[in-house]
């Protein structure tokens, strides 16, 4: 079996390659999944984009002699098409975390009737939530018709969810009883979908205007959805007063709006780091006024969440969640998400472009297999 491979200068991140190598025998207790579809959004690219910092690269290594090379992780769905551990049966289908290719062997440790993780061993001291396997059979929030809204929704909105935990965790820093008006919530890169699942959560609690910041192609789009109370383009930060109290949830990375409203708001209480859909202007935090852009990691608010609640308590709250809002994107008379389908090499590499240019239809879910 031969397996292709995309491949993406680390420095580079507009220059690709697919590559193809023969399957070798696997070791004992390895197995080998045919990747049947993933998808690409924003948040794959912020993995690219924060590869070394984050160490999202170290997942799936190309190799020594390819140091320059990598392949981004993405959220899908694969089938074991080959196994050498004795709890793990071909034709298994598995949710998780996978590379742009088109098969992947794992060795899977840890098992359970809910799933593995992969114990390979540059694995180890990465974080666990990324290697993590369910098996669908047994996963509450598997459905066979919402395989390609999990795809592309489920790891963003569990990001989403976790970021308006994480606030209210924090008394949203005291920005809720900082004033007589509602504190503001300012998101960037309004609508991409990490976005506008925090959106969703955050403006079902009290003392909270959320107000989403786009470019202005995306104004109509943001405005539809519903879950901004104001949407604003990047240049007309001079319509809300400069005193509101407020936090600044930053999913553009873009370094001259973070400056811009560092230095406007006077009374910013809270400035969180989550993505980088503008690839072109990520940059430092360095030097700003206010308080210090910190970077959001999801896995450690999991973690607290878990110690704290159970693994199953925490479980129950994020299908709730779940459940609500993937009712509101399915919505037939007015969805959210539109999915488009890519097959094969050409068409895999084209929606990468796409989505890296980030000049889409925010309606648009791409769903992307390298397998014909």
């Known amino acids: 079996m031969t397996t292709f491979d995309f ?222 109370q104001r949407v604003l383009r990047y240049d007309q930060l001079d319509q809300i007063e400069a005193n509101r109290a407020c936090i600044y949830i930053d999913f553009a990375g873009n370094t001259d709006l973070r400056r811009a409203i560092h230095c406007r708001f006077e009374n910013l209480r809270y400035s969180s780091s989550i993505g980088g859909t503008h690839v072109e202007q990520l940059g430092g935090a360095k030097d700003l006024p206010g308080p210090r852009a910190t970077l959001f990691f999801a896995p450690a608010q999991i973690k607290k969440r878990s110690s704290e609640w159970g693994s199953d308590g925490l479980g129950r709250r994020l299908l709730l969640a779940w459940q609500a809002f993937v009712a509101k994107v399915s919505d037939p008379a007015h969805p959210w998400l539109v999915v488009e389908q890519h097959q094969g090499a050409p068409a895999v590499a084209a929606a990468y472009q796409h989505v890296l240019a980030g000049r889409g239809d925010p309606r648009r879910g791409h769903i992307l297999t390298l397998n014909a």
């Not at 690219?48 to 910092?53: K, L, N, S, T």
């Not at 114990?119 to 395989?147: I, K, M, Q």
């Not at 308006?164 to 900082?178: I, V």
């Open 7 to 228: 491949l993406v200068r680390k420095d580079q991140l507009a220059r690709t390659e697919l590559r193809a190598t023969e399957e070798r025998v696997l070791d004992a207790e390895q197995v080998r999944l045919r990747i049947d579809k993933f998808a690409l959004t924003s948040n794959n690219i912020t993995y690219a984009a924060f590869g070394e910092a984050m160490n999202y690269w170290s997942f799936f290594p190309v190799g020594a002699d390819d140091a320059g090379w990598g392949r981004i992780p993405v959220w899908g769905f694969a089938t074991v098409v080959a196994s050498a551990h004795p709890a793990v049966t071909v034709g298994e289908k598995f949710y998780g975390y996978y590379p742009m290719s088109s098969n992947v062997v794992l060795q899977p440790t840890r098992l359970s009737p809910a799933g593995f993780s992969d114990g390979a061993a540059h694995r180890a001291a990465l974080h666990p939530v990324y290697n993590l396997y369910l098996r669908c059979s047994a996963d509450p929030f598997y459905t066979v018709d919402t395989e390609d809204t999990q795809a592309l929704l489920r790891p963003l909105f569990i990001t989403s969810w976790l970021i308006g935990d994480f606030l209210a965790d924090n008394d949203f820093f005291g920005a809720l009883a900082a004033g007589d008006k509602p504190a503001l919530m300012l998101l960037s890169s309004a609508s991409s979908k990490t976005a506008y699942g925090t959106a969703f959560e955050l403006a079902q609690r009290q003392g909270i205007e959320v107000v989403g910041l786009t470019s202005a192609a995306n104004v109509g789009f943001c405005q539809s959805l519903g879950c901004y």
